[in-house]
């Protein structure tokens, strides 16, 4: 289990680097000057604001946002292009057919505990007819056939059972996320390495085919990059995407 | 519905055009948002297969908080023989390789140009990186920031031998921009620019960005009703973010966000508003920060890497270009500016300043539409008297919805050719 004692080590170290303080410092002076605009200047305060947000782990989710750029940089993103540039379109296309089928384990999963039997029984159907005919999942047959696709993981489940979000969490390479969610993670690696669908137990060199490849194939698919939104708001906004995004998949 | 939306464009196209030009959307707010349907759009490669290089650290103190802006960005791709270059500087807030930069550097690329993509010096990088007074919207100063930017480009880039020629193109405010560049280049002849192209520029930045925040005004309930449009903004930016190959917070990714869904005609102006309002708050909030002028930002206050700036956020989005005008950029230059007032100051970063010199510069041409959403009424008039026959006024269009249609696309780059 060598990757994910490699993301639990990077977490607490993470958690160690995150107790800065997100208050501005004052140079002179005995307190902040008034600047030209205030928000009592300008806005009632009953107004909603997408800049208002409960984040009281602000100061671990700035330094991880950080964390994450230069994981990012140096790190996934030399490792992406050149995964680009040495695979050739068709088999990364397989790779990620591989990786959507293989998560349809997963989506079942959530289904059932969701209490939605015929969405379960579609996804089923998917992964069946993608790991016979798909030659385990490395083309996607049934997407050529109609068949629905759907998404879900264990942060979704919570969230139908009802719970909330919870606090905004940055999590370290997996990026912005909340509390619920970061369960839901947890819960579903779990699930997923009980099951070992790939037999990992026996195998234990493919490992080092699977998460290599799982992790390029995720980093691929995300057109986002840190840092480059052109907003030096783009913490807040992100914030405020993220949390948004996760709440119309939760009620989809 | 967007094709049904496509095919009564196409329908209604024809019996309103007087001539044959026929790009199909008629109400210019829908043609600014909606650009041009992808069948009428010129065919260009999918990939722009752009290099994309950092210039070295200017001199001065650069803000902790936007310690990932220290170096400015630039994007090029040179061809395999000798080939003149064309520069293109990005419209307000956009960023070198995205946006509308990037269907006009694939198509100089195709036709055979050496390219330079550029920042436009009102994005957040470019005030930190390469603004010398960090105040940007100051004509003159801006054009002596991106002229010293091309010229560190030119030598960055390298291979000379194979640059048989410099030309120039902007759109937007980068128009404005590359006609101040353009003049300046006429006294200093570096770059001797052969052929210059302003696409939709402003005639005066002052009316334009009054027009653009008035246009606030159409939130609809008001704007005490602002932080509610704004989510619904973000929350449909969520939508085409899934989508979009990058991810930026810029006009034309608002716009983009909304192709499938545009807005009824009252909202479409508070949505193009918006869209320019995310430009500003960047804008205003990074040379606030630039220069501790204290106007959202407390001027006795620094931010670290870690300091929390959504309460700045909330504020910096409520606030105009007009207001940035008046409490920033005025009472800034106004010390070195004696002999000007606040209200001729507005005509120093407007195209009348550099009047005389558009008039009698062969090689510089515009490209306009007579329905530009960001001109005040009359002001079109400008484009043809001063420039003569190298001013193209598409009839319609809006702000730079044209811009990629086939006819405007084979334009653009003929007038290079």
Redesign the interface.
Same mark, same amino acid.
């Given at each position: 289990m060598m990757p994910r004692a490699f993301f639990s080590i990077a977490l607490v170290l993470s958690l160690g680097l995150g107790g800065c303080s997100t208050k501005p410092v004052i140079v002179s002076g005995d307190g902040p000057e008034e600047p030209v605009f205030t928000s009592e200047r300008l806005i009632a305060s009953d107004v909603e604001s997408p800049f208002q947000i409960n984040d009281p782990l602000e100061g671990f989710n700035r330094t991880m946002y950080r964390f994450n750029y230069h994981a990012d940089r140096w790190v996934l993103m030399p490792a992406v292009r050149t995964y680009r540039f040495l695979i050739p379109q068709p088999l990364r296309t397989g790779v990620r057919n591989f990786f959507n089928n293989f998560f349809n384990i997963r989506t079942v999963f959530n289904q059932v505990l969701q209490g939605r039997p015929v969405r379960a029984m579609q996804t089923t159907g998917r992964f069946a007819v993608n790991t016979t005919l798909g030659i385990a999942g490395l083309f996607d047959v049934a997407t050529h056939a109609g068949m629905p696709y759907h998404r879900e993981d264990f942060g979704q489940t919570l969230g139908v059972w009802g719970f909330g979000p919870g606090a905004y969490l940055v999590l370290p390479f997996f990026g912005p996320s909340n509390i619920r969610d970061g369960a839901g993670l947890a819960v579903d690696s779990a699930f997923q390495s009980w099951l070992d669908p790939l037999n990992f137990d026996d195998h234990p060199s493919r490992q080092y085919i699977y998460y290599p490849l799982m992790i390029l194939d995720t980093r691929d698919k995300v057109a986002f990059q840190y840092f480059r939104t052109g907003s030096p708001f783009e913490y807040e906004l992100v914030r405020r995407l993220i949390l948004t995004v996760r709440e119309i998949e939760v009620a989809k | 519905m967007r094709f049904l939306l496509i095919a009564l464009l196409f329908v209604a196209a024809p019996g309103l055009c007087a001539n044959d030009y026929a790009y199909p959307i008629n109400n210019p707010f829908l043609a600014t948002v909606l650009g041009t349907p992808e069948p009428l759009r010129a065919v260009l490669p999918e990939k722009a297969k752009l290099k994309i290089k950092r210039l070295s650290r200017a001199d001065w103190e650069m803000p902790a908080?936007?310690w990932? *802006?220290e170096r400015l960005e630039y994007s090029y791709r040179l061809q395999r023989g000798s080939a003149p270059m064309i520069f293109l500087i990005a419209g307000t807030?956009g960023?070198h390789n995205t946006g509308k930069n990037l269907p006009l550097l694939k198509a100089f690329y195709q036709a055979g140009f050496h390219v330079v993509g550029i920042t436009s010096p009102t994005?957040?990088?470019f005030v930190v990186a390469a603004s010398t007074t960090g105040v940007p919207g100051h004509q003159k100063n801006d054009a002596e920031d991106i002229y010293r930017v091309m010229q560190q480009i030119r030598d960055d880039i390298g291979h000379q031998d194979r640059i048989t020629g410099y030309n120039m193109a902007g759109y937007s405010l980068g128009a404005t921009n590359a006609g101040f560049v353009a003049e300046l280049d006429s006294r200093q002849r570096v770059f001797n620019f052969e052929r210059v192209l302003m696409i939709n520029p402003p005639l005066s930045i002052y009316s334009s960005i009054s027009k653009l925040d008035r246009m606030l005004q159409n939130i609809p309930g008001g704007m005490?009703n602002?932080?509610?449009y704004?989510?619904n903004i973000?929350?449909a930016?969520?939508g085409a973010?899934?989508q979009? *190959?990058?991810?930026?917070?810029?006009p034309e990714l608002v716009f983009e966000a909304f192709k499938d869904n545009p807005p009824t005609s009252e909202e479409l102006g508070a949505l193009i508003g918006i869209a320019f309002r995310?430009?500003s *708050?960047?804008m205003i909030?990074?040379a606030?920060?630039r220069t501790d002028f204290?106007?959202?930002?407390? *001027?006795?206050? $620094?931010?670290?890497?870690?300091?929390?700036?959504?309460?700045?956020?909330?504020?910096?989005? $409520?606030?105009g270009f007009t207001?940035y005008y008046h409490?920033?950029f005025w009472p800034f230059y106004e010390p070195k500016y004696p002999d000007e007032s606040r209200d001729s100051f507005v005509r120093l970063h407007s195209l009348y300043a550099i009047e005389d010199y558009l008039r009698g510069a062969p090689n510089v041409a515009v490209f306009h539409n007579q329905d530009d959403v960001i001109l005040a009424a009359g002001e079109i008039d400008f484009f043809p008297e001063v420039f003569g026959d190298r001013a193209t006024i598409f009839p319609n269009g809006g702000h730079l919805g044209n811009l990629e249609y086939s006819v405007n696309m084979a334009k653009i780059v003929g007038y290079f050719k």
């Open positions: - | 908080a936007m990932y *802006s807030g960023f994005h957040s990088q005490d602002f932080g509610l704004f989510n973000v929350q930016i969520t973010y899934k979009s *190959s990058t991810v930026e917070f810029s995310l430009a *708050s960047a909030f990074t606030d920060e204290g106007f959202i930002k407390p *001027s006795n206050v $620094r931010l670290t890497k870690n300091t929390s700036l959504g309460a700045y956020g909330q504020v910096a989005v $409520r606030v207001d409490e920033f």
